[in-house]
């Protein structure tokens, strides 16, 4: 990991020449935007000039004798005010090279300090229709959950369905009136959804099917066995076929614990709140109201009204005995504090739910939870034409429309190509390159923009797509196809064409990206990163002959072929995006 070894070199040097650094200032080494006077770059010298009120370029002097890297670069300069710029010398590249092929992290540090992270993501609603949210949730939550493990973090996956409601007072009206058993058979989400759509639109028209469906619920929350039964078979039916769709995209979750869990602890829990002074009783209800020990801008249980902040009070019981979802969400962290001692836990969750998340981690800490809660948000996505995303039949899409849909699109263009696959070698190429492309789609943006959905886009072999990126990995298989397995790598290596060196910088700095996805939870570094990748990839293919060099170029572009193919190989694993040998 180059950036970070020659950071700790630089701040060596501030030492051995005798440099105090002021505090909060720590001197820094970023990989260089502009090549042509290094691989990296350091302004240090020029920040600290200004502060000490001395010449930059003769800090940089200073500090260039004192830096000891030769081992690593081949040419240190100071230039223009006062950059310090360092240049990688080949064999510290090739050394990095051998590393990528033998490590079983191709050369990625893990984490000096392993954190237990629960990750809590995809959470869909059980019978309800599950929204584009729900998608861009599990491929978020599922890529930072194995960015995380890759680098060493205990991390847990939680599935916090929404299986307990009052969605289900309709739900289970309308099991009772109108469920038709065989289309529940065979497609149990899309029955339950669209049961629960008509009974919705019946209680709206009728206020007696309200109170119906009230009754029902009662009835459940208070334990009856009819009702709970229905409950749980509905409960039982999704999770069953939402497990198959995970099952395709190959996610996984360590527990489904969802909110229904913790109804036993809900009870307790706002005694507690009560005991300890953080909840008051207001107008019948429950509630958290603001304790005023941050800034009123700052403040979750306050809004602003003209020039007056009133309380916006989180409410936990409603005045009718009823508990609410930041109540099963204050539960959910004192089960995952104590149970599971974790250190951080992350929400991927749209940003129309932050103020929630902002009100139950504030009520949690000021019940002495020091566990760090991130909120990790993101946008919409939208249809083609820029409004909300709908299917050819013009529903909102669900998760499991989209990717039926990917797979099918794929499989078609697959039948196009016809190149000697057999029919189940071409549905898994299918399956791959589906929800591959779906998924790439999601984390090559910005997860805080709303972006298009475009079949033909995520589909397309040019661009920064799936398809692109398995394209390239399969090239890199193909040359050893061709090889027959009869090739062993060596230590034996030299960088000495441009094209080669522009390989072997792109590849070493997976170590450092792997690292940076997770400061601000964004796997669009990621999916940019292996883009650019396959992109140095194809320069290099294009520049240098493989298979016809010899000797040591040969076996120092074969290590690269194989390093570039377990790095796309890795990184594209860590996106969920599996890989195949041929397309
Ligand atoms: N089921 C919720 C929804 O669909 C998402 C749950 C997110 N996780 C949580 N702990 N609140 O909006």
Same mark, same amino acid.
């Given at each position: 990991?180059?950036?970070?070894?020659?950071?700790?070199?630089?701040?060596?040097?501030?030492?051995?020449?005798?440099?105090?650094?002021?505090?909060?200032?720590?001197?820094?080494?970023?990989?260089?935007?502009?090549?042509?006077?290094?691989?990296?770059?350091?302004?240090?010298?020029?920040?600290?000039?200004?502060?000490?009120?001395?010449?930059?370029?003769?800090?940089?002097?200073?500090?260039?004798?004192?830096?000891?890297?030769?081992?690593?670069?081949?040419?240190?300069?100071?230039?223009?005010?006062?950059?310090?710029?360092?240049?990688?010398?080949?064999?510290?590249?090739?050394?990095?090279?051998?590393?990528?092929?033998?490590?079983?992290?191709?050369?990625?540090?893990?984490?000096?300090?392993?954190?237990?992270?629960?990750?809590?993501?995809?959470?869909?609603?059980?019978?309800?229709?599950?929204?584009?949210?729900?998608?861009?949730?599990?491929?978020?939550?599922?890529?930072?959950?194995?960015?995380?493990?890759?680098?060493?973090?205990?991390?847990?996956?939680?599935?916090?369905?929404?299986?307990?409601?009052?969605?289900?007072?309709?739900?289970?009206?309308?099991?009772?009136?109108?469920?038709?058993?065989?289309?529940?058979?065979?497609?149990?989400?899309?029955?339950?959804?669209?049961?629960?759509?008509?009974?919705?639109?019946?209680?709206?028209?009728?206020?007696?099917?309200?109170?119906?469906?009230?009754?029902?619920?009662?009835?459940?929350?208070?334990?009856?066995?009819?009702?709970?039964?229905?409950?749980?078979?509905?409960?039982?039916?999704?999770?069953?076929?939402?497990?198959?769709?995970?099952?395709?995209?190959?996610?996984?979750?360590?527990?489904?614990?969802?909110?229904?869990?913790?109804?036993?602890?809900?009870?307790?829990?706002?005694?507690?709140?009560?005991?300890?002074?953080?909840?008051?009783?207001?107008?019948?209800?429950?509630?958290?109201?603001?304790?005023?020990?941050?800034?009123?801008?700052?403040?979750?249980?306050?809004?602003?009204?003209?020039?007056?902040?009133?309380?916006?009070?989180?409410?936990?019981?409603?005045?009718?005995?009823?508990?609410?979802?930041?109540?099963?969400?204050?539960?959910?962290?004192?089960?995952?504090?104590?149970?599971?001692?974790?250190?951080?836990?992350?929400?991927?969750?749209?940003?129309?739910?932050?103020?929630?998340?902002?009100?139950?981690?504030?009520?949690?800490?000021?019940?002495?939870?020091?566990?760090?809660?991130?909120?990790?948000?993101?946008?919409?996505?939208?249809?083609?034409?820029?409004?909300?995303? @709908?299917?050819?039949?013009?529903? !909102?899409?669900?998760?499991?429309?989209? &990717?039926? /849909?990917?797979? *099918? +699109? $794929?499989?078609?263009?697959?039948?196009?190509?016809?190149?000697?696959?057999?029919?189940?070698?071409?549905?898994?190429?299918?399956?791959?390159?589906?929800?591959?492309?779906?998924?790439?789609?999601?984390?090559?943006?910005?997860?805080?923009?709303?972006?298009?959905?475009?079949?033909?886009?995520?589909?397309?072999?040019?661009?920064?797509?799936?398809?692109?990126?398995?394209?390239?990995?399969?090239?890199?298989?193909?040359?050893?196809? @061709?090889?027959?397995?009869?090739? !062993?790598?060596?230590?034996?290596?030299? &960088?000495? /064409?441009?094209? *080669? +060196? $522009?390989?072997?910088?792109?590849?070493?700095?997976?170590?450092?990206?792997?690292?940076?996805?997770?400061?601000?939870?964004?796997?669009?570094?990621?999916?940019?990163?292996?883009?650019?990748?396959?992109?140095?990839?194809?320069?290099?293919?294009?520049?240098?002959?493989?298979?016809?060099?010899?000797?040591?170029?040969?076996?120092?572009?074969?290590?690269?072929?194989?390093?570039?193919?377990?790095?796309?190989?890795?990184?594209?694993?860590?996106?969920?995006?599996?890989? !195949?040998?041929?397309?």
């Amino acid at each position: 990991m180059f950036r970070a070894i020659l950071t700790s070199r630089l701040q060596a040097a501030f030492t051995t020449a005798g440099i105090d650094l002021p505090e909060g200032f720590t001197p820094g080494v970023v990989i260089a935007s502009d090549t042509r006077f290094g691989d990296y770059q350091s302004n240090a010298a020029m920040i600290l000039a200004k502060q000490l009120k001395t010449n930059p370029r003769a800090l940089a002097e200073q500090i260039k004798a004192a830096l000891q890297v030769e081992d690593l670069c081949e040419k240190i300069t100071v230039d223009g005010p006062g950059f310090l710029n360092l240049t990688l010398s080949p064999a510290a590249l090739a050394q990095r090279l051998s590393v990528i092929v033998k490590d079983d992290h191709v050369g990625v540090p893990q984490v000096e300090k392993a954190k237990t992270i629960a990750v809590d993501f995809s959470a869909p609603n059980i019978a309800k229709p599950m929204h584009v949210g729900h998608i861009r949730s599990t491929f978020i939550g599922d890529s930072l959950a194995r960015v995380a493990r890759f680098i060493g973090h205990k991390v847990i996956t939680d599935n916090h369905v929404g299986d307990w409601g009052t969605q289900f007072g309709m739900i289970i009206h309308g099991w009772k009136t109108q469920l038709d058993q065989s289309k529940l058979k065979a497609d149990p989400i899309h029955e339950l959804v669209s049961v629960y759509k008509a009974v919705n639109a019946a209680a709206k028209a009728d206020e007696a099917v309200l109170e119906i469906c009230k009754g029902e619920l009662v009835k459940l929350q208070q334990g009856d066995a009819e009702n709970l039964g229905i409950w749980k078979e509905c409960v039982r039916l999704t999770l069953e076929q939402l497990e198959k769709v995970y099952g395709a995209l190959d996610i996984k979750f360590d527990h489904y614990l969802g909110e229904s869990f913790y109804n036993d602890a809900l009870a307790p829990l706002v005694a507690e709140m009560l005991n300890q002074g953080i909840a008051t009783i207001s107008e019948g209800a429950t509630v958290v109201f603001s304790d005023g020990s941050v800034k009123p801008e700052n403040d979750p249980f306050l809004i602003r009204d003209k020039d007056e902040w009133k309380p916006a009070p989180c409410i936990i019981r409603k005045g009718d005995g009823g508990y609410l979802y930041a109540t099963t969400d204050l539960a959910t962290i004192d089960y995952r504090v104590k149970e599971w001692q974790a250190d951080e836990i992350w929400y991927v969750v749209g940003a129309p739910q932050q103020l929630h998340f902002r009100q139950v981690f504030a009520a949690a800490q000021r019940r002495g939870i020091t566990t760090k809660m991130i909120h990790i948000a993101f946008g919409s996505i939208l249809g083609p034409d820029g409004k909300m995303f @709908k299917t050819r039949s013009g529903e !909102t899409v669900g998760l499991l429309e989209v &990717i039926d /849909e990917a797979i *099918e +699109r $794929a499989r078609t263009a697959a039948d196009e190509k016809e190149q000697g696959l057999s029919d189940t070698e071409k549905d898994e190429i299918a399956r791959i390159i589906g929800g591959g492309s779906v998924k790439y789609a999601e984390l090559s943006q910005n997860r805080l923009t709303d972006y298009k959905f475009s079949w033909d886009k995520m589909l397309s072999l040019q661009g920064n797509t799936a398809p692109y990126l398995l394209n390239a990995y399969v090239r890199t298989r193909s040359i050893f196809r @061709k090889l027959d397995g009869e090739v !062993t790598l060596t230590d034996d290596l030299a &960088i000495t /064409e441009p094209a *080669e +060196r $522009a390989l072997a910088m792109k590849l070493s700095q997976f170590a450092e990206n792997a690292h940076d996805i997770l400061d601000d939870h964004r796997p669009n570094l990621l999916a940019n990163y292996l883009y650019e990748l396959a992109d140095t990839y194809h320069s290099f293919y294009e520049a240098c002959h493989v298979l016809r060099s010899e000797g040591t170029a040969r076996n120092t572009r074969l290590t690269l072929c194989e390093a570039t193919s377990r790095i796309l190989k890795t990184g594209l694993g860590l996106l969920g995006i599996q890989t !195949t040998e041929r397309m």
